[in-house]
């Protein structure tokens, strides 16, 4: 049930913070999550991230382990501090807790993208946090 609790309320906020983007924002859809008995007071989470044609990500952190694997098209990742990098299907990419994701977007303005993101985080911390100064 904690489970059930937990993954409705962060499908929740993750909908709150789309409706304040643009409609070319990407579409977040939770996949899994689970308390991870061995880290008491921590979760995982398994989110995909659909990028339409020319869609971007709001400036964020995600104050987690993210672990991004590339399923299909493009994307354009970079965090603060680092210089971008393209990734491609079947690519990976890290962001660790106390990074700022300063550019994620589809390289494509006419085919989609899509990443599956593994984060390992606080049980009930949001899965994102937009942040306001780069």
């Not at 007071?41 to 659909?50: D, T």
């Amino acid at each position: 049930m904690k489970q059930l609790y937990v993954c409705c309320w962060a499908s929740l906020a993750a909908l709150l913070m789309l409706t304040a983007v643009p409609a070319d924002a990407a579409d977040v859809k939770d996949l899994f999550a689970i308390d991870l008995p061995d880290a008491p007071g921590k979760e995982g989470r398994m989110i995909e991230v659909s990028y339409p044609p020319g869609a971007q990500d709001m400036v964020h952190r995600h104050d987690a382990h993210a672990f991004v694997y590339v399923l299909e098209g493009t994307i354009v990742m970079q965090l603060k501090g680092q210089p971008a990098v393209t990734l491609k299907a079947g690519q990976t990419f890290y962001e660790g807790p106390s990074d700022v994701h300063v550019v994620g977007r589809n390289a494509s303005t006419t085919a989609p993208a899509r990443v599956v993101v593994v984060l390992l985080k606080a049980t009930g911390a949001p899965i994102l946090t937009p942040v306001q100064d780069q």
